[in-house]
Each structure stands twice: as structure tokens, then as C-alpha cells.
């Protein structure tokens, strides 16, 4: 069994990671995502030992798929879309991850979520490997037909590299359970047979699962609940501020706040509202559900009214000074260019990658807990593996089962994580990737090994 200690040949496993993934991508630019996530992988390298072997796999993603998407748009005009799907390692099962339409996608970013995947799901373990895809679109652009189509053009793409066994879509940025409602229907088209388990994250009634659309949320709201005690935080005591203010962010903004804890700034893509007596989360979610955007507000039954607050940037959130600070937007929020800037004593990543691994050792240096996105942020690829084994059963959970079963794993893997970064003396991401990656090399290491090979049977 793989032993989570340093060693001279784990030191020097890091460095061979670190030249051969120099050299894999050496024709991709300075700022490759990929590049920037495998810098975690690095220091994890240097407390536990793993076979060459498996540091050669988990260097490479095993495929990855660029295609064209042709759509008809409603004026009677052609436009071509880009899309991609790649699996970076199925090593514990099939591939796992959400799909994302957004303007900014490339096959850099799916690469850099799919790798991401692939940890998170071994930290939790899930029988799944790592994978991601997305679409270069602005889907705010498009009429909901147009939205469809292109969706089921993305799926007729992928079809052939996709399965319940195979490789398995969820939703992501700007997808939802409508969407994959759509690609479950077309690849059952496809397929000539209805396949519920193609996708994770659809509507109840098409097979999706109780709790899978607040999962994100709520799984951090359990890692925050775990872990917060442990400094002696109590919630009435907390303030906490939101960056984005989406799905993710407003459900747990709510359950924070309903929690007992000072939710004093939130914001979403155009900026933000900030007061020092914290924000009525309900309220706020209510006026941004039927009006599209942020205010702070108090409301009764309908009525809503404008409560004292300031109007603040997304750069100037990340720097208040305020117990706990949630990133949940996109990726690189925090770099090593605005890192001495936070002033927040925890940080829990909800977002994919919103800290720079540049900005790492800034925040340790001045004493910020980081509690990394592949554990914080879990909760949706766990009811995600719910729900694949509900529709695969044909047995269905209540909503109270799901929490349940979520809380319990979500709990016991931040207490091992917390574990092994207090026995090695190391920072809780560096920690969460030595527990992932304590399964993943074992996992590798069973379909053999230069040693086995080498050693006489």
C-alpha cells in the first residue's frame, strides 16, 4: 500500500515530473492552465512515493477531442461553433466531468478541468477518472432553439467518445439540467435506446437526482461546517464574502447565512455590494432570480427594498478584510499580482482554480488557509456518482438521503485530508493531492510497474 512519507525517491519522482512536463509542453505558451495546475501536483510529489510509472501516466491526458459544431441559427444563417471533450485518466472508471459554454474556452482550460477531475474524484473516492468539455460560446447570445441545437450538435460530435461506461458529461458554467436533458435525449437517439446514465445533473423527471442542482453548495457548506471549529469560528462571529454569485455561490451564501453567519459582500460578473452589517442572502437571491441582477435589498412577500450598501468591484471584494473569502467564479482571481492584497484568514475555493499557483506561498506566507477546490468544491461530481448509480439501479434517493449520504463522505474525506497536512506538516491543497494521489498510484501501480516487470516471478 502506498505510504504517505517523504522520501529521496519521491523528491526526485516531483523533479521528473516537473522536466518531463516541461518538455510536454514546451510548444504551448508561458501561461498554459495545464502547466499552472501540475505546479500543485509538484509539491504533493515530494511527500509520498509513487512509481515512475505513474508519474509518466498522469503527465499526459489520455484523449482529448476538438470538433466542429455546426448550427443553423434563427435568421437562416450557418455559424460554427468549437467544442471539446477531454479524458485526462480513467484509471478508477469512467471518465467524469461537466460540460461549460462560455466565450473564453479552449482546449487548454478543458485539459487543466479534466486533470482537476481527475484528483477530485480520487480524493473523494469515486470510481471515476478525470474528465471535462466545454464549448467556445457566449450562450447568452442565443435563443433557447439555437441553445439546442447546438447542444445536440455537441453531443452528435461526441457520441462515439462518450457512455454510461465510457466517459460521463454533467453540468457546468452555463450549462444546466434543461441542457443535459437535451444531450441525454439525443445520444439516446443515437444510441436507439434510452441511456438515463449518459449524463449527470438532468431534470427529475428525465432521472436526475434529489440535491444534485445545490450539491456544489452544499458539499462546501459541510467542508466549512467541518473545518471552521477547528480555529475555534463560531458562525455569529464570521463574516464571509462571496465572489460570484451564481448557482454555486447564492445557494451557499444562503445556507451560510441561514447558518448564522455575516455574509457582508457578494457580486457576480458586473460587480458587487458590500455592507459591514451583512447582506439578507434570501432577499438578494429573490431580486437577482426576477430581475437578473445584484442589489442589496430586504424583502417581504414581494415587496423589496433598497437597503444602505456600498457598490464594490471584483478585485476590491477579494481584498476586504473579512474572516472568510468564497471564490466561486471562474479561474485565476487571486495571483500573485493581487495576492498580498487579500486580507481574508480562510479561503474556500469553490471556483475551478480561482488561486494561481504563483500565489500560493504569498498567502501561507501571510498565514491564509487554503482549502483547494478539489475538495471544497466535490460535492457536485459526489451526488453526480449518486445519481449515475440511481439511474443504473433504477432505485431513487429522497433529498434527505442524498444530503445525508453527501455530508458523511464529504465530512470523513476533509478529516483525512486535514489529517495527513497536520502529520506532514504541509498546507491542506498540498495535503488533499497526496490523498488523491495516494489512490491514484495505487490504482496505476496494479496494472503493473517497471519493478514487477523486472522482478523474477
Known sequence: MTQTTVSATSTSNADLFSSQLEKSNRKKTEHSLLTDASKRLEQALKHLSMSEDAIER?????????????VRMDNGSLQVFQGYRVRYDDTRGPGKGGVRYHPNVTLDEVQSLAFWMTFKCALLDLPFGGAKGGI?????????????????GYVDAIADFIGPDVDIPAPDVYTNATIMGW???????????????????????????????????????????????????????TTVAVQG?????????????KAGYKVVAVSDSKGGIYTPQ???IPSIREYKNSSRSIKAVYCEDTVCSIVEHQVISNAELLALDVDVLIPAALENQITAENANDVKAKFIYEVANGPIASAADAILAEKGI??????????????????????????????????????KVRMEAETEKTWSIAQKLGIDVRTAAYVHGLNRLGEALDAKGTRNYYNNPV
Open 58 to 70: 498522469l503527465r499526459h491526458p489520455k484523449t482529448s477531442l476538438t470538433v466542429s459544431i455546426p
Open 136 to 152: 467556445t460560446v457566449n450562450p447568452k447570445e442565443l435563443s433557447k432553439a439555437e441553445l439546442e441545437r447546438l447542444s445536440r
Open 183 to 237: 444531450m441525454m435525449d439525443q445520444y439516446s437517439i443515437i444510441k436507439r435506446q434510452l441511456s438515463r446514465a449518459v449524463v449527470t445533473g438532468k431534470p427529475l423527471t428525465l432521472g436526475g437526482s434529489e440535491g444534485r442542482n445545490t450539491a456544489t453548495a452544499t458539499g462546501a457548506f459541510y467542508v466549512i461546517q467541518a473545518t471552521l471549529p477547528k480555529f475555534s469560528q463560531k458562525p455569529h462571529n
Open 245 to 257: 454569485f451564481g448557482n454555486a455561490g447564492s445557494i451557499l451564501a444562503e445556507l451560510l447565512f
Open 278 to 280: 451583512g447582506l439578507d
Open 369 to 406: 488557509y487554503v482549502f483547494p477546490d478539489i475538495l471544497v468544491n466535490a460535492g457536485g461530481v459526489t451526488v453526480s456518482y449518486f445519481e449515475w448509480v440511481q439511474n443504473r439501479n433504477g432505485w431513487y434517493w429522497t433529498l434527505e438521503e442524498v444530503n445525508q449520504r453527501l
